[in-house]
């Protein structure tokens, strides 16, 4: 009997034990946080989720992942190598490293990580999104194909960002989805990037929808107008300009956009609030989700504007101070500090709290589309039409006389370079500037080298002024180096020359 | 029993097999805190490139210091490099170089210290070679491909390799080091040779022919004429250059103007493109005279300066005949032609309240009251807080222009300044009278009086200044007596000038004035409208200035 009771017990204490092991779930592979793939994407609804997904990837980084937030990268590059910036009491050594043309693979600023991220998430949508329209019968195939025009347009402009950054980059067209397939993908050339960023652009156009019915969804989504804006830059890019002016007479055609007018509340109105009449696509910061400016312009500021923004961007009528660009003072900067106004500032006095940075990044607006298209007719020899935009961009904003170049209207090297300084006005700090100036000294394979020689020799330091100019005469220097941490993970990519 | 001794044997034998098969894994053990190669082994490992100089480094025995712990920069040239410099020489191998050259070969291309190309500028390198001659880097491009270039020899085919005493930099050539002296450079290029004639007539050939064992003293730095720049100002011979400047007859005199004039080309230490263009002002062998420089887009401008409200236009620097090295310094080379320029002392009527920073902000200057924060000015330091820029057109503050600086001065309280600083304009060499012209204001009856010290180039003045302090009553002569003056066209003691000595401005250029609060809390309303520097031989009390601007002679 004592015996009987020992087993039994045994046996009472053996079912315990399994008992509690059959609670864990050991051979349940699904995480617990999350949804999987193959639960996902059965609904329109989670496809709309996902596409929404690629938009809040442009703001910031994901949960977990520590890294600048997109806009910061695409500031950096924009403006770093530019002239209308200079060093602040917050400044960091990588930024310095760049400003002074000493960039190196190590630079954090060249790591292409997040713009791979946007791309990968869209890649997710145009891979997988398709499967929805067999499970769920309410997803019609026009949203379906707006929704992957979405993903599409904003890979494109991902890579464009990417060819003009760092010229040849490799070509991610796949979702990464699964450990199995990663790829270690080469380099693909600059023309066959850009011919990617072409065809899903076209393809994309005639399905992409010409508004959502909501102002805010028509700045922060991508509609047909984003697509042809981005075209016609991607087009004047590759020095295609019966196209790019096409792409862009459908914007201005289209009659959905207009300069805000240029009075006491055009700032507010423009950079404050943000999606405006004249914006076509913004990044679409609010108080839930701030933008990294406030960080960077203000608390401990890196940067501030160099002294020529005034002295010869903009200019300062001495005789009488009623007469000001609008752009200037109080716009894009504080002349009193060198403050980078356009992204504190809530109008040309107030500057906001931490909690309203929430300047919009913008992407494209009105004004732009207008310039590139004054650049496109410049270069097809229709010069007065040119000029004729460019004043009405001017008018606007009051620009000074001291700043009007006056080109005849058969000068077309004149009228170019007169459209290059109305754009470092009219987008000061918006990340341009750059890639304004490189556009520029490439076209006509780099008949206009000079232009960016000059733009050095105005902004690096002094002392390191001759070897800068010499190291941009060499082509390979003006695109960024791969980040070290990405070649060494990939073995198949190869280092830009210039910084082997 | 049986079981139990079967037992303890089974688990003898267990734990011995375990002791055993354990003893058979070595562990690893690392001992090195990196896997990095010293610079020898370095050359050794990638023997293809770098063999021969790892030849030349056993022959000079550097090899074994370059393989121990140090922190070094150095230039290795290729194979082909050395080859070719074995070429040059006229020797087939290595062993045949005469081993002192070869030290010294190895010495120019060594640098305690660790240098990226990060560090490379367009001047030397900031530290000397274990040779005792700079390296000059810059960057060239060739058929579209911009490299390092090292002293104009070199380019860097191989930057930056980390090792564990160092950095190397692979180059494509040998550097050779300067072998003549910056009398033979001059001499050797018939461009400066009316040049090298004065030099020799006036003794400084010799001294620029001396190569000083002490490297703090050995380096100089010349800017030579050329013939041409000297032609273009209408000296076409050494004789005409004589009859222009020497006044005294005997050229090596040295209150001779041709002494001076040589002088005046030859500055000391190492002096590089880069390094001229980084300081405003450079000293030279010519007594407390200065040569002032500024880069103009590329250009390298001396002695273009501000003088008067005239711009004085300056002479360029040809940028490919400079920055040559010598065994003893570096040589550069003028565009045009100049010398001393003789100036009287003028006065210099200095109104603090106008300077660049305000002038580009026209809806304040001579408009509106604007604080500066600290740093924003480039002329002015100070501790802490704002410095204000205040514009009034009141009745009782009647200062030059409507406006005036507003300096917080105090020693214990720890919000005002305990000193501020600020660089004159430009200030000819001479003795003058200091001038402190303020509106007095006391911010409190019952404050104690804070003198305050004013200091020029970092000597105190004899004078203290007190900004609560207003002048007494009296005529221009009994206070001028006592050290006052009005400088404002209404006469009140409010608005006063204050003598606070004699100075000695030794040279021509901008200087430093501080003004160091010496005891007390002190007050924020120190009121500074001029300071006025006026040559002791010129009467101190006029002109008056006008809130408008205009003068009373």
Known sequence: MKLFQKISFRIACLLAVLSLASCQKYLDLKPQDGIIRQNFWQTKEQMQAAVNGCYASLLGAPAGVSDRALPEYLFLWGELRADMLSANLGVTNED???????????????????????????????????????????????????????????????????????????????????????????????????????????????????????????????????????????????????????????????GRFGLVRGNSAWFNTLYYQGNSNEAIFEFQYDRQKLNPFFGIFRNRPRFMASSRVMEEIYTVDFQDDTKRDIRGDGAAVRATDGMIWKYLGVDNNTMRAQEESFAHWIVYRYADVLLMKAECLAQLNRGREALDIVYTIRQRAGALAATDRNPDAQDKVGITDFILEERAREFAYEGKRWYDVLRHAKRDNYSRLQLLLDLIANSVPADRQQSAIAKAKDKNSHYFPIYIYELQTDKNLVQNPFYK | MRTLLSKTLWAWVAALAMVAYSSCQKVEIVESTTTDVNMYDFLLKNGKTYSEWAKVLDRTGNAGFLNAYGAYTMFAPTNDAVKGYLAQVGKPTVNDVDLDQLKNLVRFHLIQDTIGTSNFKDGKLPTITMLGQYLITGVLNKDGVSRYEVNR?????????????????????????????????????????????????????????????????RFMSVIAETNKALQDSGIVSYDALRRKYSQTGNPAATNDGLYLYVAYHIMPDARYLADIITAPSHPTRAPLEVLTSKLDGQTVLINEIEFNGNLEKGVALNRIKSDISATNGVLHSATAHFSIKVRTPVATYWDVADFPEIRKLPSFFRKQTYNFELGSLKDFTWEKGALTYTYTTASNFPVYWNDYLQIPLGLTNTARNRWVEMKTPLLVKGRYKVWVCYRQQKASNNNPPFPTQVSFRGEPMSRLLNFDEGAPSGTDGELEALGWKRYMEVSNGLYCGRLLGTIDVPTTDRHTIRMEAITGAGQNQNNLDMIHFIPVNMPQIRPLFKRDGGLIP
């Open chain 1, 96 to 254: 310095l490293e760049i400003m002074n043309s000493n960039i190196d693979p190590s630079n954090t600023i060249t790591n292409w990580r997040s713009v791979y991220r946007t791309i990968n998430y869209c890649n997710t949508v145009i891979d997988f999104a398709p499967s929805v329209l067999e499970v769920d019968k309410t997803l019609s195939q026009a949203s379906l194909d707006a929704a992957v025009a979405e993903a599409k347009t904003l890979r494109a402009l991902m890579f464009f960002y990417l060819v003009r950054s760092f010229r040849d980059v490799p070509l991610v067209l796949k979702a990464t989805y699964s450990d199995q397939q990663l790829e270690q993908l080469p380099k693909s050339s600059d023309t066959a990037v850009l011919a990617q960023i072409v065809k899903d652009l076209v393809a994309a156009e005639p399905v992409t929808p010409e508004s959502f019915g909501d102002k805010s969804l028509d700045k922060g989504r991508i509609t047909k107008y984003t697509v042809n804006a981005l075209l016609a830059d991607v087009y004047l890019w590759m020095e295609k300009y019966p196209e790019a002016l096409a792409a862009a007479d459908k914007v201005i055609n289209s």
């Open chain 2, 153 to 217: 020899q070199a380019l860097v085919m191989q930057p930056n390799v980390i090792c564990g005493n160092g950095i190397v930099h692979g180059l494509n050539q040998v550097l050779i080091p300067a072998s003549k002296t910056l009398a033979q450079l001059i001499e050797a290029d018939p461009d400066y040779s009316v040049f090298t004639q004065a030099l020799k007539a006036t003794g400084f050939y010799d001294r620029l022919n001396v190569v000083d064992a002490d490297t703090s003293k």
